[in-house]
């Protein structure tokens, strides 16, 4: 594949927004790099000397130095990050969906740690962590001032130690503590069942390693329970993304062969690449190849079976991927609310034996050259998360909120005052709802006979008639955060 992007992924519980980071392990070897502003430069040897000897104590330097990379790195884009030696080796042993913490995908909002979504089946999940809750407190440090890095390295830790975070719950107007026994996350990221005979539900909960073996192994189960598939619901609410190249896969299960799943395209030549449902895209060995295995074991039924695709605004990066490609097919119907818009490749470049720099290379396209950066996907039902309504959209993060978003690159980005006004409303509507009990408050689990969205889903596969929100509509990219 010559000089193709490989791209792989992570996921930790500082995976920021949710958004699973896609990435290429390189090295740097640049001989053809830009000169270097030296004015500027000289002035930055200048303060460095100052802050070594005027400061009112000792300062260490290679601190000094270290943290100067991170704001600099940190001031491009909300996912461009320096790894020092403890977090690239987190960052390295991430891609197998294996690390030790409480088991969260987290955002910053005012300062403060935003839990996006416990990781179904983590210590975090257990303890009843929710979608929204702020940690104020990790152990005895406040997390504002604190960067999303540094969150994440007081969160992670050994295995079977205790972590105290302070929890504050918007809805229900308090703080608490929660102790978490830190362990190894070993993520399930797919799950299926028949939802009634002749109809399939296939959660897919974030891309990492495992997830095209397990997706092929449990979706050839469900097939053989039902042979006579009528329907399938593809799942991918609030996840986050991962690899790139298992998103192909999953892509490539549902369409034809051989066609576009995705393109990048960034100033760098070895990032202007085209991904296409084809086993060499994503196929490891020569001998294994699941998505291959699938087909021929259920004789092609996913190629040409009735299909629903549900997301939400915490569908984000790799998801994004599976949802556009099959949206521009026409393969699917898209079911739920607008996407994350996380439509950029991050690469990381080895810096030394133990440091690296991870930095935005790239954006990328669904197969008709649509841009889902700060934008996203736009299903084609909206649906809310309940039947009573879906009034709390406005509040949830996106990647046009976050400061120093990267711009769509395509549109032209403008505020939106319909937004701002629906914010206001959505809040004063948080207020009402805080005086119910939290059963009240809690949303269905995802799969449940209780899951409206669900519900219509199946309703679509059948041709009877699906309750559309009336409050959803499209987003369009708001003006870029400087």
């Given at each position: ?166 929890v504050f719950r918007k809805d229900e107007s308090r703080t ?65 993304g991962g690899l790139l190249d298992a998103a192909v896969a ?130 084609e039902v909206m649906l809310d998360e309940t039947a009573e ?94």
């Open positions: 594949m010559g000089q193709k992007l490989k791209i792989v992924g992570w996921l930790s519980v500082g995976a920021l927004a949710g958004a699973l980071t896609t990435v290429s392990l390189q090295t740097v070897a640049r001989g053809n790099m830009a000169p270097l502003p030296l004015e500027e430069l000289q002035q930055l040897a200048a303060v460095f000397g100052m802050v070594k000897s005027d400061y009112v104590e000792p300062v260490d330097e290679k601190k000094l130095i270290t943290e100067a990379i991170s704001g600099m790195v940190a001031s491009l884009d909300p996912h461009s990050q320096y790894f020092d030696k403890k977090s690239f080796k987190e960052f390295s042993e991430g891609t197998s969906g294996k690390f030790v913490g409480v088991g969260i995908e987290i955002s910053q909002e005012d300062g403060l740690i935003k839990i996006v979504s416990p990781i179904e089946g983590s210590p975090a999940d257990r303890a009843g962590l929710k979608t929204n809750d702020l940690i104020t407190k990790i152990d005895s440090t406040a997390v504002k001032g604190l960067s999303l890095s540094e969150a994440v390295k007081r969160m992670r830790g050994e295995p079977n130690t205790k972590v105290v975070l302070t608490f503590p929660v102790t978490i026994i830190r362990e190894e996350i070993k993520t399930q990221s797919v799950k299926t069942k028949l939802i009634e005979p002749g109809y399939g539900w296939v959660r897919v909960s974030q891309f990492q390693e495992r997830t095209v073996e397990d997706f092929a192994r449990k979706v050839e189960e469900m097939v053989k329970q039902s042979p006579g598939l009528k329907g399938l619901v593809l799942d991918l609410r609030n996840d986050p999953l892509s490539a299960a549902f369409l034809p062969e051989n066609v576009t799943v995705v393109t990048t395209n960034g100033q760098l030549e070895e990032s202007k690449f085209t991904y296409k449902a084809s086993p060499q895209f994503w196929r490891r060995s020569a001998s294994n190849d699941p998505i291959q295995r699938l087909t021929q074991a259920t004789g092609g039924v996913l190629k040409k079976v009735p299909l629903v695709v549900l997301v939400n605004e915490g569908s984000a990066s790799a998801s994004e991927i599976v949802a556009g490609a099959l949206q521009d097919y026409k393969r699917a119907t898209l079911m739920g609310s607008q996407t994350f818009g996380k439509g950029s490749v991050q690469t990381v470049r080895q810096l030394g034996p133990d440091t690296a720099l991870k930095i935005t290379t790239a954006r990328y396209y669904t197969p008709n050259g649509r841009a889902i950066q700060a934008k996203g996907i736009v299903p309504g879906n009034l709390f959209a406005a509040l949830r993060t996106r990647e046009a909120d976050l400061q120093k978003h990267l711009s769509n690159g395509k549109e032209e980005e403008k505020k939106d005052p319909e937004r701002e006004k629906a914010r206001e409303e959505a809040l004063k509507k948080l207020e009402e709802d805080s005086k119910k009990s939290p059963a009240e408050r809690r949303l269905p689990e995802f799969g449940s006979e209780k899951d409206f969205q669900l519900q219509q889903a199946l309703n679509q596969l059948k041709g009877l008639p699906v309750k559309a929100s009336t409050t959803l509509s499209e987003r369009k990219a708001e003006k870029k955060d400087e």
